[in-house]
């Protein structure tokens, strides 16, 4: 009996573990994550079930990088292809920041990338899943500069 109990906790523990990584699965930036996580130049944060400046958030995940913009700008444009809003930042012609409202989780979470290209093909990007809607985003990201204009 302990035995088929405790089989029943490990998988309960690897199926927890697994649905963050499945909710992205179906996304190109998981494929940046993979790839280019652990890479030189570059810094990856993930956060699980955490809160952010007051918000609930099931997953966090941002990578910064230096020098291979031009390896993730193809991953990023397919999933731009996806989004259900699109919210883009040019300057000169370039796209210098955004984020892209994906369509939601069937669980309802709402997901997003957010993204930063700086010059010398460096830049960041987040994956966000949670409660948040696109204003909480923009307070979020844009807070600082908000309360300045204010």
């Known amino acids: 009996m302990k035995n088929k109990i405790m089989r029943i906790a490990i998988m309960l523990c690897l199926f927890v573990a697994i649905i963050p990584a499945k909710a992205q699965s179906d996304l190109q930036i998981n494929i940046v994550f993979e ?38 700008a193809p991953y990023l444009n397919s999933d731009r292809k ?9 300057d000169n012609g ?5 984020y892209y409202m994906l369509p939601p989780l069937p669980s309802g979470l709402n997901r997003y990338i957010l993204f930063s290209n700086l010059t010398n093909d460096s830049g960041a990007i ?25």
């Open 82 to 90: 996806k989004a259900r809003k699109i919210r883009e930042i040019v």
């Open 35 to 72: 790839r280019f996580g652990k890479a030189k130049n570059c810094k990856m944060v993930v956060l699980n079930d955490a809160v952010l400046r007051g918000y609930k958030l099931k997953v966090y995940k941002a990578l910064t990088y230096k020098k291979i913009g031009a390896s993730i």
């Open 94 to 98: 370039k796209i210098t920041s955004g």
């Open 126 to 150: 987040i994956y966000i899943e949670g409660t948040l809607g696109p204003d909480d985003i923009m307070k979020l990201c844009y807070a600082k500069h908000l309360n300045k204009n204010q």
